[in-house]
């Protein structure tokens, strides 16, 4: 199982990114796919998640209305767009793809990439 994140780099305040996460190894399909992030000192948390067929999204209050989760299950890649970025947006973006089956909980993360908003 791989999940890997790409997109990541510096940005100035108010300024755009598209993180891409490259899923293999599973059936990229049957996942919910969410996007997390940490910023040094803090706790992870999680800023959007999308279900496995793509007709329900969930955000986090601080990105409402600025960041935009989408997936192509073709090319087994989801998507993070992520505009009027803000300093506190800097962090580690984490890709994570999750299934409940049954009574086992499938839970795979990618390694990470690095955003960073500043002037």
């Known amino acids: 199982v791989q999940l890997v994140e790409s997109g990541g780099g510096l940005v100035q305040p108010g300024g755009s990114l598209r993180l891409s996460c490259a899923a293999s190894?599973?059936?990229?399909?049957?996942?919910?796919m969410n996007w997390y992030r940490q910023a040094p000192g803090k706790v992870r948390e999680l800023v959007a998640g999308?279900?496995?067929?793509?007709?329900?999204?969930n955000y986090a209050d601080p990105v409402k209305g600025r960041f935009t989760i989408s997936r192509d299950n073709a090319i087994n890649t989801v998507f993070l767009q992520m505009n009027s970025l803000k300093p506190e947006d800097t962090a580690v973006y984490y890709c994570?793809?999750?299934?409940?089956?049954?009574?086992?909980?499938?839970?795979?993360w990618g390694q990470g990439t690095q955003v960073t908003v500043s002037s």
């Open positions: 994570n793809a999750k299934r409940i089956g049954g009574r086992t909980t499938y839970n795979y």
């Open positions: 190894g599973f059936t990229f399909s049957s996942y919910d």
């Open positions: 999308l279900t496995s067929a793509g007709g329900s999204t």
